[in-house]
């Protein structure tokens, strides 16, 4: 809600209720033609700057969309990102961990047996009869 303060000239100036409460207890005693200026000018101040954060944040909207509107279109039109190059690596990577794999598995497939094969060697050696000396 705004009050209407009438100044000298007959005219009236709109001041929102919180500027006339700051300027009635920020300027107590000083008379009403300067608090009625003060009025004018803080309200003047804050609506300045509602219509500068106003258009500045119309701009910093216009300002990202066209932005993401540009990079789309550069992916767009770089194929930074093409579904069948990306499937052939995937299918790439994906052998290749396969092989990988499959050469863990035999190497330690591989180190079982030799293992094995030293166990029943030490086994053997462990069991076999001593020949008296």
Do not use: C, H
């Not at 052939?88 to 591989?110: F, G, H, P, R």
């Not at 030490?122 to 001593?130: E, F, H, M, N, Y």
């Amino acid at each position: 809600m705004n009050t209407e303060v009438p100044n000298n000239t007959e005219t009236a100036i709109t001041v929102s209720p919180e500027t006339k409460a700051i300027v009635d207890e920020n300027m107590a005693g000083e008379s009403e033609d300067l608090k009625r200026e003060t009025m004018a000018l803080i309200d003047a101040i804050k609506k300045r700057a509602q219509v500068e954060t106003k258009s500045a944040s119309e701009y910093t909207r216009d300002a990202y969309l066209n932005a993401v509107k540009q990079a789309r279109e550069k992916i767009e039109q770089d194929k930074l990102f093409d579904p069948e190059r990306i499937s052939y690596s995937i299918k790439l990577i994906q052998m290749d961990a396969e092989k990988n794999w499959e050469s863990i598995v035999k190497e330690v497939s591989t180190l079982g047996d030799r293992l094995a094969e030293a166990a029943k060697a030490a086994w053997d050696v462990l069991t076999a009869p001593r020949t008296p000396s």
